[in-house]
Structures are given as C-alpha cells and as structure tokens.
C-alpha cells in the first residue's frame, strides 16, 4: 500500500508542477510518389532545425496524411524515410497556427543509384520490425497481447526466440547461449531473472543480433538480444501514467508512472514501476524404471519487484551531449516448492520454502562529441552495474529420510566497463568504426548450511565460497561501404581474458582457477539491392561462449529430492563460426522476408549428470566439454495489410541442432550420446481497427515438438486475444486482454534417459488482463523564453 501511495503521490507532484501548460500548433501534410499514389505507414521525423536534436515522430495513415499535433513554434527540419525512395529532408517552420505542408512527393530510387548503407523498415500497425545490416528490431511496447506482463512474456511473441515458462531459461534459435543486454549493457543479473523485472510498459523496442559484428562483445553462441527501456525525450514535459489488473489462479497487480522534462538543451527522465505478481504451478514426473512418481507445486507466494530508472541528456552545444542515467531493481519474493514422491503405497512430501531478497544496480555514462562534418565522432562509454541476492532456505524432507536443514546463500556479482568509440564517415568512401574497451566481472558466491553430511568417521556442514575475477582487454575495428548496388562491412575484434578464480567448500576441499588467453574475432557482411524493394544479406561472424559464473562455481544451484544441479571450475569455453543468408522484398501493403543459417560449434559445452553415490534414483547435473555440433535453420515473416482495418502478421522458424552429452552408463561410467533436435515454431498476429478508437488483436503461438538429450518434449499452442480503447482525444486508453484462451499451454516431456518416465508441468498461462493508460503533457519555457517575455512585457525592442 505504500508503494501505492508513493506513486500517486508522485503523479500528483508532477501534474501540479507543469499545470502551466498551454496547447501546441499542428504540422500536417500528405505523402505520395511520383504516380500519385499515397504513401502509407511512411517514417516522418521530426528534428529541431541542427537536424541532430529528436523531437517526435509518427507514420502516415491509410491514406498517406501525416498529422503532428501539440508541436509549440520554432523551427524545424521534418525527415521522411520510406524504403525504395530517396530520404526526404525538409526545413520548415511554425509560426502562429497550424502548418499544413500540403502534398510530398518522394521520388523513387532508380536501380543505378546510390544507396546509403542503412537498414530496411518493416512496418506494422501495433509493432515495427525493421531489418538492419546487422540486426533485427522490433518495437513491441504497444503490442495488446502484451500489456501487463514482463519481459519474459513479450519476447516469447518474438520469431526465433523462446522463454521456458518454469526455469526462466531464454533461447535464441534453440540455442540458450544467448546474451541479454539492457539499453545496450549487460545486467549483473541473470537473463532469468533480469526479464521477470522488467514491465512489458517499459520497452521501447527490442534488437536481435543473430551474427554480432566485431563492434560487439564476442560472448553468446546465439547472439544477443538487447532490450531497449523507454527514455522521455519530447519537447516539454510528458506525464504517462500506467496500471493494471491481472488475475490467474492469484491476483496480480503493476503500475508505473513516466516522465520526462525537454527544454532542449536539457532533458530530464524518468519512470516508476511496482509489480506485485505471485503465481502457482504445478507437475508431474514419472519414472517408469524405478516406479517412482513426483507430484509438485511450485508457489510463488509473494513476488514483488520496484524498479525506476532517472538520468538526463545535456546537449551542451552542438558538438557535445552527455547523458547519464540509473536503473534500479528491488525484489522481494517468498515461494516454495512441494514434492510429494510416490514409490508403491508410500508417500513422502519434501518441502523447500525459499524467502529472498534482491538489488541490482546500473550506473551509465555516455558523452559524445562531433567533429565538424556529418558522421564523425568520438564516444567515452562507461557503465557500472552491481547485483546482490541473499535468499534462506528451509528443507523438510521425508524421502530418503526425514531431516530438516537450512542453506543462506550470498550471491553478489559487479560488471564494469568502460568503452571509447570512434566513427568517421569518409567523404566518397566508406565509414571507420573503430574502439577499444575494458571490463571487469566479478562474483561472490556463498553458500552456509546446517545440514550435517557424514563421510566416513568425519561430519560437516556442507559450507562452500567461491569468488571469481574475470578481466577483458579489447578492441576492434569495423570498415563499410557502399558500392552502387552492393554494401559490404568487415571487422576484427581481438579479446584478451584473464581467468581467475577461488573456493573452498568443507571439510577441507579448496582450489584455484587461473587462465589467460587471446582470441581474434572476425565478421563480415554483405547487402546486395536487386531492385528497389528487394535485398539480399550475407553474414559472417566468430563467436565464443565462455563458461558463466554459475557454470563454474562448485556451489549447487538447486537440490531437490531426486536432482542436484553444480558448477564444474575446469570448464573451458566453445566457439561458433555462424553463417547467415537473407532475403527481403518490400510489397506495396508490407513485406516478405527469409533467413537461412548455419552454426558450427567446437569444444562443445554440454550438459550431463552422474548417478549420486549417496541417494537412491538421484542425479546431479554439471556441465563439461566435449567434440563439436553443427545447427541450420530457417525463417520466415510476411507482414502485410489486408484491408483498411485488418493487418496481418506471420512467422514460422526452424532449426535443426545436433546436441551432444556424455552420460553415465549402468555403471556410472561416462559414454557419449549425441541427437538431433528439429523445431518448428509458428506465430501469428492479426490487428483488426474497428474505428479510430478501438481496435482487437489476436496471437497464436504453436512449437511442435523437439527432441532433448533426456528425451522428447512434445507440442505445446495458445492463443491470445486483446482489446484497446482510447479516449480523451488519445491521451487515455483502457486495454483488456485474455492470455491463453483455451487453456492449452503446458509442457509434456516424453524421458528415455536417466531413466523411462513422463513429465508434465502447467504454469497460470490462462489470465485476465485489465489496464488503464493516460499521458499528458504540454509546453515548457526555457530560461530563454521566459526572459524574452518578461523583456517584450516591459516594452523592450524585441519581436518575432
């Protein structure tokens, strides 16, 4: 109730604060080609008179008009950009009324012209998907389907990503080994619990780099997925309030409030957020060969995450800018896991009540300075960020015997980083990007409990601490241009790591890491414009995926009756060389657009599990190295507008991945197993504009099953429905959706090995959804204006 209170408390502040708002002028105008013919869903920007300074920007309509409203006078320059067309750049000015630029004409791009090398927009009426050279974007932040949820949720709406709804785990193209970046930085949180605390309200866009250039950190077999948060930048001061109700098998309860303050040359933001949103689960697990069963419920009691993020931008002339900024996560969460084990006629219930609390902190610092021409300069990059999780634990097991013990865990990591880049666009010739950069990770991991472990004449707790450095050194270096039809990019990053790394876990057991190695990292891609609106990509790139913290730290990550998860300190990285071919066509009403791709893998990372000596039917789960595997796939997205009210959105990827393990036989003894693993993933999004205040939008998700190294998980569909209706001229909304309509989402696993058996897990995927949104704003003077009013009031000479 007091974050509640604190939050309406703070909106009240700002609308009192900024009650002096006055309404703003309009620019309005009509966009066509040479034929004539309107030109829909067409980027209009608009920049304050340098060109550099953002102001706002919207799309055409159906009808190719273009309407800014609550737009205070000065002057202007208003940039369109449309694929296939030159970029239309224009310098206008308001002055006492609405401006009405009448019809613009862009002109088409012949097939012997010269292209700048930049991205293709992709556009659709909730979301906008652009491809770039070298990623993916999508701006999801006014999606229906997903109002009122998190992270997690809306990248699930994503082509070619996935999010397991029990561990949290985040893979891209079947593969986990992805790398999660917030406002283009790494988090010291887990991906896992990273993409639980953040709103759905709160992304702006998010950008999928499948093959990352040498610009980019070289860790991630998969690529990264780097999730950009919502920052206020429009002129004035803007006020968004946000709350919402969701119900499952638990109430559920979010609300946010964003602000920001732009007087030009200073723009202060900011957001709120509270979520409180505690849930229930349930499964099954068979185990045909041992007849054992294990019947849980997973209940996350109290799940309460507040987090803001505050920083400005300070334009301090027109050749420097700085920016700075805070995100801030607390949670707080009790939950516990229940397993009652069934083996004949006897139950056994093991309880694990788990109470937590944690912080994460980021810190960034960003200044730019422009040399004197167009595209050259230099950027000081520096971000600190810190996590720290204290959890206790409470067993009370009843198989294999009746104890009760409890763990405190320590868990506190830090990430720094500092990065200068520089760019230089060479007058007819190509752009440099060239920077080098430190950072520095670091983990404390602790692990106490009461547990008392009996090994021969001797008994203990078993306590461990393991503390872990991780340095890099590197830099890079990035060259494209463009020649008439064709682009090309190429890169080369050099990494030095330095390893090193200490535990002790009890009676006396101790040890120490330490490595230090050089890898290069090459990229290189290709654009080649077969006509106007068609494109083809090719891409390169080496990659590495370095054992995590929590891959190498002796402490276990979880136990439970029957499994027992640790880290392996001797683990060595794998690396990827991935190729990538792509396809786009632009359509008149949308677009079509295709990617192949292949991975080949060496010093394969995979996961595998050794029968515990101690417990009957257990296991305990570690990672180890071992030969290579080799992965393909395709995708493919058409996104088109059917008619003046319904667009549509369709998605279908596959990937075929070999997956290797080194299993224990009936002797405990070590043999390697390797498989296949095929996926197909279907996802569609229809949108239907009813009228210009209400619209409903439908999603249906389908993953068909997919072979593991333990088994066979089998299909898995839902479908979403939400609806949106806006008032008060567009300022206020009310949303409403419904998640999993039939109920069909669950997860079912079919397991050869360790033993024969059958899975079932059900989350609360069937919830309603209620939400209110309203957003104002209006004009703020700066000391500029102020002056020259009070000076013109007293009779001074100046005029306009």
Known sequence: MKIKKYTLSLAFALCSMFAFAQEGQHIKGHLANQKNENLTYTSVTLYKEDGKTYVTDITSDDDGNFNFQNVEDGKYKLIITEFGYAQHEQLIEVNNGVLDLGNIQLVEIKSDA??????????KETSQYRNEIDKRVVEVGSDLVSAGTDAASVLNNIPSVNVDQQSGALSLRGNENVKVYVDGKPSSQSAAQLLKQIPSNQ???????????????ADGKSGIINIILVKGQKKGYNLGLVTGYEQGKRARFNSSVNANVNIGDFNLFGNVNYADRPSKQNGIGKNFSDNIDQLFDIENKKNNNLSYKVGFDWFINDKNALTVYTNQWNGNNTSGIYT?????DKSDLNKNDIFSDSKSSDYSLNYKHDFNKDDHNIVLDAFYSTSDRDDSRDYTNTYPINEFYQEFRDDNTTNTRVNLDYTNQIVDAGKIEAGVQF??????NNLVSTDIVTEGA??????????????????????????????????????????????????????NLKKDYTDFFPSAFLTYDITEKDQISFNYSRRIDRPGMYQLTPIPQFTTALMSSKGNPDLNPEYTNSIELGYLKQLEKGSIS?????????????????KDPDVESAFIQFNMNYDKVNSFGAEASWNYKLTKWMSAYVAGDFTSSEMQSVIPDENNEFVSRKITANTLSLRMNNTYTINKNFSVQQFMFYRGKTKFLQGEMLDMWSMNLGVKYSFMQGKASLTARVNDIFNTMKARVNMDNPYEGFARFKWESRTFYLGFNYNFGGKVRSRAEVQQNKTEQNGGGITI
Do not use: C, M
């Not at 950072?439 to 404390?444: K, L, Q, S, W």
């Not at 295709?594 to 050794?610: A, E, K, P, S």
């Open 458 to 511: 001797n008994s203990f707790n078993p306590n461990v601490d393991f503390e872990f450095e991780r340095k890099f050194y590197s830099g890079y270096a990035n060259y494209k241009q463009k020649f008439d039809k064709f682009g090309a990019q190429v890169g080369l990053r050099v990494e030095r790591v330095e390893d090193e790394g200490n535990w002790l876990f009890a009676p006396n057991n101790k040890g």
């Open 594 to 610: 295709g990617n192949l791709f292949y991975r080949h893998v060496t010093d394969n990372i995979v996961q595998t599990f050794t």
């Open 439 to 444: 950072r520095r990770e670091t983990n404390d």
């Open 340 to 344: 009652n084990i069934i083996k004949g």
């Open 114 to 123: 010269s292209i700048e090398l930049k991205g293709v927009y992709i556009r």
């Open 203 to 217: 992304i702006q866009r998010i950008e999928i780099i499948t093959n990352p250039s040498a610009k980019y950190e």
